[in-house]
T-cell receptor
Framework: ELKVEQNPLFLSMQEGKNYTIYCNYS?????LYWYRQDPGKSLESLFV???NGAVKQEGRLMASLDTKARLSTLHITAAVHDLSATYFC?????????WGAGTKLIIKP | GAGVSQSPRYKVAKRGQDVALRCDPI?????LFWYQQALGQGPEFLTY????????KSGLPSDRFFAERPEGSVSTLKIQRTQQEDSAVYLC????????????FGSGTRLTVV
């Protein structure tokens, strides 16, 4: 059974700081996704990572994938308040998405 | 439409009541998925349609849950005799590809059973 673990589950940080969210998964998969969810809102797709060593960047967010270690990271650079949200990773398992529990990120001015 | 549309946005049901949740996917999207998201948790898979065929319903938590997509577009998730543990956000997603990828999620229906 595929399991996905995120850590930390909660993160409070100051604006301008850097931090990394980790996503471990238990079996091989073709695709790994990162999503953002604001309170009361739906899931916004951030990145899709398809292969070992894949790195994608959008603004202050950068995601990477190491399929051998079964690890993906979401790195936040020089955080700003607008990035406050809950971030989920999800792994594709035969069209089912298996989700981590989410990392609630609060960025304080 | 431009996105995945779900209705109602909020639903309060008395325990034992039947509810129906609607999902209108992006036009032309072949695959449609339902997920259940409990408060403070990640979504959990409920069921998957490819066009009108329900190919996987392994995630439906009980026989009170039923989903259909009769014409391969709009889908309805029905919950009979609702229980308090059914309270959650129900998310619908669609994809242009068979089996997923490039998922677009709707805003969800927040169901509260009292």
């Amino acid at each position: 059974e595929l399991k996905v673990e995120q850590n930390p589950l909660f993160l409070s940080m100051q604006e301008g700081k850097n931090y990394t969210i980790y996503c471990n998964y238990s079996t091989t998969s073709d695709r790994l996704y990162w999503y953002r969810q604001d309170p009361g809102k739906s899931l916004e797709s951030l990145f899709v990572l398809l292969s070992n060593g894949a790195v994608k960047q959008e603004g202050r967010l950068m995601a990477s994938l190491d399929t051998k270690a079964r690890l993906s990271t979401l790195h936040i650079t020089a955080a700003v308040h607008d990035l406050s949200a809950t971030y989920f990773c999800a792994v594709d398992s035969n069209y089912q998405l298996i989700w981590g529990a989410g990392t609630k990120l609060i960025i304080k001015p | 439409g431009a996105g995945v549309s779900q209705s109602p946005r909020y639903k309060v049901a008395k325990r034992g009541q039947d509810v129906a949740l609607r999902c209108d996917p992006i036009s032309g999207h072949v695959s449609l998925f339902w997920y259940q998201q409990a408060l403070g948790q990640g979504p959990e898979f409920l069921t998957y349609f490819q066009n009108e065929a329900q190919l996987d319903k392994s995630g439906l938590p009980s026989d009170r849950f039923f989903a259909e997509r009769p014409e391969g577009s709009v889908s309805t998730l029905k919950i009979q005799r609702t229980q308090q543990e059914d309270s959650a956000v129900y998310l619908c997603a669609s994809s242009f590809r068979r089996g997923g990828y490039g998922y677009t999620f709707g805003s969800g229906t927040r169901l509260t059973v009292v």
